[in-house]
């Protein structure tokens, strides 16, 4: 959907084993522009529901038109690429 170059980087809670629970934060970067960013969110979030259950999931992304958001360079310089 996004590439075989595009990552995938989860920030926020789930990154500190001593905290507990918490939403699940990811950013999906691609180098690709994304024509239909809203459809593209949505087929990730339903995969992603699909996959881990009924969970709070906050997805973001990045691709070369989108504009360098803090939370973008929060989730750069904190988060762990899976």
Same mark, same amino acid.
């Given at each position: 959907?996004?590439?075989?170059?595009? +990552?995938?980087? @989860?920030?926020?809670? +789930?990154?500190?084993?001593?905290?507990?629970?918490?939403?699940? %934060? @990811?950013?999906?970067?691609?180098?690709?522009?994304?024509?239909?960013?809203?459809?593209?969110?949505?087929?990730?979030?339903?995969?992603?529901?699909?996959?881990?259950?009924?969970?709070?999931?906050?997805?973001? @992304?990045? %691709?070369? %038109?989108?504009?360098?958001?803090?939370?973008?360079?929060?989730?750069?310089?904190?988060?762990?690429?899976?």
């Amino acid at each position: 959907m996004l590439g075989d170059d595009a +990552r995938v980087i @989860l920030f926020g809670s +789930r990154t500190d084993d001593k905290q507990r629970g918490g939403d699940i %934060d @990811l950013l999906f970067e691609t180098p690709h522009l994304v024509g239909n960013r809203v459809r593209a969110m949505g087929q990730i979030y339903v995969a992603l529901i699909r996959e881990l259950g009924d969970r709070k999931i906050d997805v973001l @992304l990045s %691709d070369p %038109d989108t504009p360098d958001e803090p939370v973008l360079r929060v989730a750069r310089q904190s988060g762990v690429v899976l």
